[in-house]
């Protein structure tokens, strides 16, 4: 009986553990629920159209008919509820986009019922894709697919496999292109491949009474040749709005992030010339923060993009940062007062915050400002105040927070914390030494709470500690002298 009830808590702690959110979602407000609903019942409604239409409608249909609507609102829900596991941040507008996607296709499979599955589900596979993620484009794949109308052609069912397996390479490669150049790419091969196999499924018998002229190529559906084409413009279509799409519906896709993360933007061009030591500070941030989520198996290209702006903030007056002093005076100093002290130490994360904004950074690239602080203590201004009154309040010597809430986030906070004290390790010190250092850091951390929302396992942690190490090391080659020949002629 022990050993059941053993059994029974080990398997309810292992659910609640697959259950904790990485990040804390964000609220859906009733409006915007009502409103999903009455879409999802408006793509029921209409995907029952069919069973609901026949002139021989009967008792004996009424079952199916209810049967296939719950179906079809169960299949929804189903959808949505991937869409949110996947992305624990999705907003109700990416939650539209992809209802309001499902029931676009309902539409024009009605009003346009000769229209070929291909053109109508692997463009919108793209974005889900490339804006959400794989498995929620799979997922309205199939969802789409098995509700597409049986009565096209004769030819419907290998259609449907074609599209299916064309969408579901799309959703594949669109969660993981890293460029526009690539999206081109397979905005060509998709549409050729899936005319090559209906080629060699029909062979081109649809084709006897083509005749070429520009409205046969995009307005024959059933044509293989005109469906593929067709396919290709609209893919092609989406990739040129794509931009548009992203700041409409708040889309990270990882194109946009590549184009955050060039050094050349404005905003980043401003942090290197105004406080060159928060910079350089973030250079190498970058490189110990990419490292560690690499090997953890995380998002190289958003903690890459995070950090490059986690400390933006740090532009409202760079030189109380001790990185951008130059060996100058410190204003700290010269101001004499803990308190207000720490109060610019919080600017840093809500000017931060502002400039975010302004600059229009999408929300998982500003949510690194606020939480690579956390609620971390400013333990050298609390204790000084401490010297001077005992009595002060430690909250008013802390970060406003919020701590870590995703693995990304956390590693940032960590990199950010190890980095001064790697860069300042004498580097003759030894392996076990920087192992300790990186060890004890993460631990007050780990200790301090700031990474209980982030859901980082243990085995995760030392991970991130080996693969800090690993960078120490390659920093530490690169700031070894090598010696030098009279006339320097060696390379
Ligand atoms: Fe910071
Ligand atoms: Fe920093």
Redesign the pocket.
């Known amino acids: 009986m022990q050993n059941l009830t053993r059994l029974f808590n080990k398997i309810k702690f292992l659910w609640i553990k697959s259950q904790f959110p990485s990040r804390n979602p964000i609220k859906i407000n009733k409006f915007d629920k009502f409103s999903i609903f009455i879409i999802c019942l408006l793509i029921s409604i209409i995907s029952s159209y069919e069973l609901a239409s026949d002139p021989l409608i009967n008792l004996k249909l009424i079952l199916p008919l209810i049967l296939n609507f719950c179906e079809i609102l169960i299949c929804c829900g189903i959808l949505i509820y991937i869409s949110k596991k996947e992305n624990p941040m999705i907003n109700s507008r990416q939650i539209f986009l992809i209802i309001g996607l499902l029931l676009l296709v309902q539409i024009v499979k009605i009003k346009f019922s000769a229209i070929s599955p291909l053109a109508m589900i692997v463009p919108p596979a793209l974005i889900i894709s490339q804006g959400m993620g794989t498995v929620t484009a799979l997922s309205w794949v199939s969802i789409a697919c098995i509700y597409w109308p049986n009565s096209v052609d004769s030819n419907n069912e290998y259609i449907l496999v074609i599209t299916f397996i064309s969408s579901a390479i799309v959703s594949i490669l669109g969660g993981k292109i890293r460029s526009r150049a690539q999206l081109l790419q397979i905005s060509f091969l998709v549409p050729f491949g899936a005319f090559l196999s209906q080629l060699f499924l029909f062979g081109n018998n649809q084709r006897d009474s083509y005749v070429f002229n520009f409205q046969n190529l995009i307005l024959k559906p059933g044509d293989i040749f005109s469906d593929s084409f067709l396919l290709a413009m609209l893919m092609l279509m989406v990739i040129i709005f794509m931009p548009i799409l992203e700041s409409i519906f708040g889309l990270l896709t990882k194109a946009r992030l590549l184009e955050l993360a060039d050094q050349e933007k404005p905003l980043l061009r401003r942090l290197s010339i105004e406080a060159p030591g928060t910079f350089e500070?973030?250079l190498l941030?970058c490189g110990l923060a990419e490292e560690a989520t690499r090997m953890i198996g995380g998002d190289v290209d958003l903690i890459k993009t995070g950090a490059l702006y986690?400390?933006i903030g740090k532009l409202h007056a760079p030189n109380w940062f001790i990185e951008n002093q130059n060996g100058l005076k410190n204003p700290h100093d010269e101001l004499d007062n803990p308190l207000e002290s720490a109060k610019i130490l919080q600017d840093h994360v809500d000017k931060g915050l502002q400039i975010a904004r302004k600059y229009r950074l999408p929300k998982p690239i500003a949510d690194f400002i606020p939480e690579?602080q956390g609620t971390l203590k400013m333990g050298y201004f609390l204790f000084k105040a401490k010297e001077r009154d005992s009595n002060v309040l430690e909250k008013n010597f802390k970060y406003s927070g919020p701590i870590p809430q995703s693995k990304e986030t956390a590693i940032l906070m960590l990199a950010?914390g190890c980095?001064a004290a790697l860069r300042a390790m004498n580097i003759n010190a030894s392996d076990k030494e920087a192992l300790m250092i990186i060890s004890n850091l993460i631990n007050s951390r780990l200790i301090d709470g700031q990474l209980s929302d982030s859901n980082l396992s243990k085995g995760e942690i030392y991970l991130i500690k080996i693969s800090f190490l690993n960078v120490w090391k390659r920093i530490r080659h690169r700031r070894i002298q090598y010696p030098t020949t009279k006339n320097n002629t060696f390379s």
């Open positions: 500070h973030t941030l986690h400390d690579h950010d980095e």
